[in-house]
Each structure stands twice: as C-alpha cells, then as structure tokens.
C-alpha cells in the first residue's frame, strides 16, 4: 500500500504526517443519508393492487398439504427418511454417487445423441 507523506502547516510546525490515500478515499464515498422505508409514498407498490390480490389468492399451508407431497408415493417418502437419518459425511458420499451416476448417464446420452446424428434417426421426415 502506498502511503504520501505531507507536511501540514496548520499542526505543530516542523511534524511530518503520513496519509492513507485509500482512508481518504473511502472516508469521500461515505454517505451520511438516512433512508425513511416506512413511508408507502416513498417505496410504492410497482404494480397497485397486487398485494391485496396475493393475500386474498394465498392459502395457509395448514388448510392444505403441501404439493410436493401429493406427488410422493411410501417409497419415495421412505428413502427421504433414510437421507434424513445419514450422517453428514455420508450424506455427502451419496450426493457424490449421485454426482457421478449423473455424469454417466450424461456421458452416454451424449454418445447415443451423436450415434442417432450419424445414423440420420434424429432428422424429420420430409412427406
């Protein structure tokens, strides 16, 4: 960090000061502005209307069970269970496996795109 070394006359005559242009700098952008964000007048709704629209339109999520768990059958449900019982470190390793079975799965998709490509199977059918 560089640092410039002035003489100030105002102080003790004589006494070299060092100064931090940087502190300068920052003490420049420093903005003592004080934001009132209670007010509706200052932060108004982007579009009127559409808070009272959402909260007439929002259900608790009491009144009813949560999507994703409509979609879920018992074994779906048992293997989130045994994710949740894993320690951490083998929590990790799975999502590691999972990791590496996506990429291979990825790898041979990528093999029979190009395959499909060369064989002309991908291409519409002119009529």
Do not use: C
Request: proline share 6%.
């Amino acid at each position: 960090m560089m640092t410039i070394v002035t003489k100030m006359s105002s102080t003790q005559p004589g006494v070299v000061q060092s100064v931090d242009p940087m502190n300068q700098l920052d003490e420049s952008l420093l903005s003592l502005e004080k934001l009132d964000r209670s007010s509706p007048e200052m932060w108004p709704e982007q579009i009127p209307g559409v808070s009272e629209f959402v909260s007439l339109h929002t259900s608790s999520p009491k009144s009813s069970p949560q999507p994703w768990t409509k979609i879920l059958d018992s074994d779906d449900i048992n293997l989130l269970h045994q994710f949740g019982s894993l320690t951490v470190s083998s929590l990790i390793a799975e999502i590691k496996r999972l990791h590496d079975v996506a990429y291979q799965l990825g790898l041979e998709e990528a093999k029979e795109m190009t395959r499909g490509k060369y064989l002309n199977i991908l291409t519409r059918r002119r009529r």
